[in-house]
């Protein structure tokens, strides 16, 4: 059986095969790495945001996170744990039993124990005399002044705390302890942490600018030697 000469037509309408690209290896290799080197920015800024929000999210709460340094409250609180506090307004809301932050007398350093009492005492001063405390007056009345104190003590101690302290100086109540998160934001916001975690990312960016730097360089070095050989190719052409 003869074959007729296939026509324009039909050549135009047979499906023509495209071959389908292939990555290069090594632009494989190079998008891994874009990808990886990402990742670690992306964990390392991430990580360094969430130590600066979570204790602003409690802020906002009204409430502030405390870093537990010692294990006095164990095994309530331990040492690198967090607890949020709350600041109370009236003094009145202190009761037995409640777990407070406060400064203790002739200290700047908060501690945090347990209430075990509370008693309206006198206010104490020197008699410059003797020398020895005894209660101050009131000008006006004549009476003692009295102000209310708490009693503290630790879980984890035998004895109670030496000396009682004033109630406007119990800075607030502990509401919740997250164990562990002490110990996270304290290194968190060291000069260790803020290097491990800002200085990656920072070497990473630089590296990757340097690279498209160098790489744009190598582009335009090439784009002379191509011009030259299209046009000796174009007059070979035309002669």
């Known amino acids: 059986m003869p074959f007729l000469p296939a026509t324009r037509r039909d050549r135009r309408t047979r499906p023509v ?3 389908a ?3 290069p290896p090594g632009s494989r290799r190079a998008r891994g790495v874009r990808v990886a080197l990402w990742t670690v920015v992306a964990l390392c800024v991430g990580s360094y945001a969430a130590s600066l929000l979570v204790p602003l999210y409690f802020q906002v709460q009204e409430q502030r996170l405390l870093i537990v340094v010692s ?3 164990s095994p309530y609180i331990d040492a690198g744990d ?3 506090m709350k ?4 003094p ?3 009761r037995v039993g409640q777990v407070v932050s406060f400064w203790p007398q002739d200290s700047e350093v908060l501690q945090t124990h347990r209430i075990i009492r509370l008693e309206i005492l006198p206010v104490l001063e020197q008699d410059e005399s003797t020398g020895r405390m005894v209660p101050k007056l009131d000008e006006a009345t004549g009476e003692p002044i009295t102000r209310p104190y708490i009693f503290t003590k630790g879980d984890a101690n035998d004895e109670p705390d030496p000396n009682a302290t004033p109630v406007n100086r119990v800075r607030g109540v502990v509401l919740a302890v997250h164990p562990g998160w ?3 934001l304290g290194w968190a916001h060291s000069a260790t942490g803020r290097f491990v ?3 990656p990312p920072l070497l990473i960016l630089a590296g990757m600018e340097v690279a498209a730097v160098v790489q744009a360089r190598r582009a335009r070095a090439r784009r002379p030697a191509l011009g030259i050989e299209r046009s000796q190719v174009d007059d070979l052409l035309f002669e």
Not at 87 to 90: G, K, R
Request: cysteine-free; aromatic content about 0%; proline content about 0%.
């Open 21 to 23: 690209r292939r990555t």
């Open 92 to 94: 009145a809301e202190l």
């Open 87 to 90: 600041q109370i307004e009236n």
């Open 17 to 19: 095969r495209r071959r």
């Open 182 to 184: 002490g110990a996270v």
């Open 71 to 73: 294990g006095s409250m």
């Open 82 to 84: 967090a607890v949020v």
């Open 197 to 199: 975690m800002l200085g």
